[in-house]
């Protein structure tokens, strides 16, 4: 608690591998998050402090009070789950969603990590967005090199690069991408089903090259019930080519 707020506190483990590459993502999300609050791309008020210990690096974060996607969710994924007011939750996340993701896309920015864990379900029905790490945006020279984030909610176009580059060749992803992924996480959540047409226990580029060349499941043959709305949301977020997919402020105002 610091002044009767609550805090989030990411630290990396000195004892663990990836210790100092954790240290590393971690000083690069305090730089996006000055960097976007300058912005004006999120609240100032998410971040609190950032700092070195003896092990690494440390960021405070204002605690977010809410629900993970998935969670949000489950009600609607039951094939008795066609209610309005389950209804009425979906077409808010999707919306208060694609809300967040505009103020970073008008400031220049994709958050690059769009997926279910990366956002939290208020009590007021709308989310928040958390995790800026692997944001990608201007004077981008001196970072970590993108290299996609969570597989399942791969853009194709993302996934394409990712396999044609080495590993430590820097993929910048866009806006666009940035809303591939968001229909993803709603087709994955709503549906209890990944988008991708994989199995489970395949290596990731395996997986990677399924969703570069588009072997996609059907959403009308996985949704739990017809919902013309929402299925025309996810639909046009997950357009082949990027520019047919609507911008994040056109999703906010559907």
């Not at 998935?70 to 809300?99: F, V």
């Not at 709305?229 to 056109?250: F, G, K, Q, S, W």
């Amino acid at each position: 608690m610091a002044g009767g707020t609550q805090l989030v506190l990411k630290a990396n483990d000195p004892e663990d591998d990836g210790g100092r590459d954790k240290a590393l993502e971690l000083a690069q999300e305090n730089d996006h998050l000055l960097r976007l609050a300058r912005a004006g791309a999120i609240d100032r008020a998410y971040r609190v402090d950032d700092g070195a210990w003896a092990g690494g690096r440390w960021l405070a974060l204002r605690h977010i009070d809410g629900f993970s996607l998935w969670g949000a969710c489950t009600p609607s994924r039951e094939r008795e789950g066609n209610t309005l007011p389950n209804r009425t939750l979906l077409l808010s996340i999707a919306r208060s969603w694609a809300t967040r993701l505009a103020g970073l896309h008008q400031a220049g920015w994709a958050h690059a990590d769009v997926q279910p864990t990366n956002v939290l379900v208020t009590h007021s029905k709308t989310v928040e967005v958390i995790d800026y790490a692997l944001c990608c945006g201007p004077d981008d020279d001196n970072r970590l090199p993108y290299r996609g984030a969570l597989t399942h909610t791969t853009a194709p176009e993302i996934a394409a690069l990712v396999l044609d580059t080495p590993d430590d060749v820097h993929v910048p992803a866009g806006p666009a991408a940035d809303m591939w992924s968001l229909g993803a996480s709603l087709f994955w959540c709503w549906t209890g089903h990944r988008p991708g047409v994989y199995a489970k226990t395949d290596e990731r580029r395996k997986k990677l090259r399924a969703l570069a060349a588009r072997h996609l499941r059907d959403l009308a043959s996985v949704r739990p019930w017809p919902f013309p709305d929402l299925e025309e949301m996810i639909t046009a977020c997950m357009a082949p080519d990027p520019e047919d997919r609507p911008t994040a402020e056109e999703m906010a105002a559907w």
